[in-house]
């Protein structure tokens, strides 16, 4: 039986321009998770290239690495410094009905 070679998915390779970038912060805001809103700003910041983020956000690129990491817990300063580099902006909005169809 053949082996089957399987590589790394990684979202980073996969965010290419501005709209995707923010179809996956707005999926991520969406499931109200801090630890997957925090991973999805480390993806997009891998993608747009980690150390020019951590300059842009006033952060050593190490521990903007340890802070968007699943164990790390960013403060909310850093998220928003982080959010500023990426040259997005969060934004709030009436939170849906619970039950609307």
Same mark, same amino acid.
């Given at each position: 039986?053949?082996?089957?070679?399987?590589?790394?998915?990684?979202?980073?390779?996969?965010?290419?321009?501005?709209?995707?970038?923010?179809?996956?912060?707005?999926?991520?805001? &969406?499931? *109200?998770?801090?630890?997957?809103?925090? $991973? #999805? @700003? /480390?993806?997009?910041?891998? %993608?747009?290239?980690?150390?020019?983020?951590?300059?842009?956000?006033?952060?050593?690129?190490?521990?903007?690495?340890?802070?968007?990491?699943?164990?790390?817990?960013? &403060?909310? *300063?850093?998220?928003?410094?982080?959010? $500023? #580099? @990426? /040259?997005?902006?969060?934004? %709030?909005?009436?939170?849906?009905?619970?039950?609307?169809?």
């Amino acid at each position: 039986m053949a082996k089957t070679v399987t590589t790394r998915w990684d979202p980073a390779d996969h965010l290419k321009t501005e709209e995707d970038m923010v179809a996956y912060l707005e999926a991520a805001l &969406e499931e *109200a998770d801090p630890s997957l809103i925090a $991973a #999805a @700003l /480390g993806d997009i910041a891998r %993608a747009k290239g980690m150390s020019q983020v951590a300059r842009d956000a006033g952060l050593g690129r190490e521990s903007l690495y340890k802070a968007l990491s699943p164990a790390g817990n960013p &403060e909310f *300063a850093t998220i928003l410094k982080v959010v $500023a #580099a @990426l /040259g997005l902006q969060l934004h %709030a909005a009436p939170a849906a009905a619970r039950g609307a169809v």
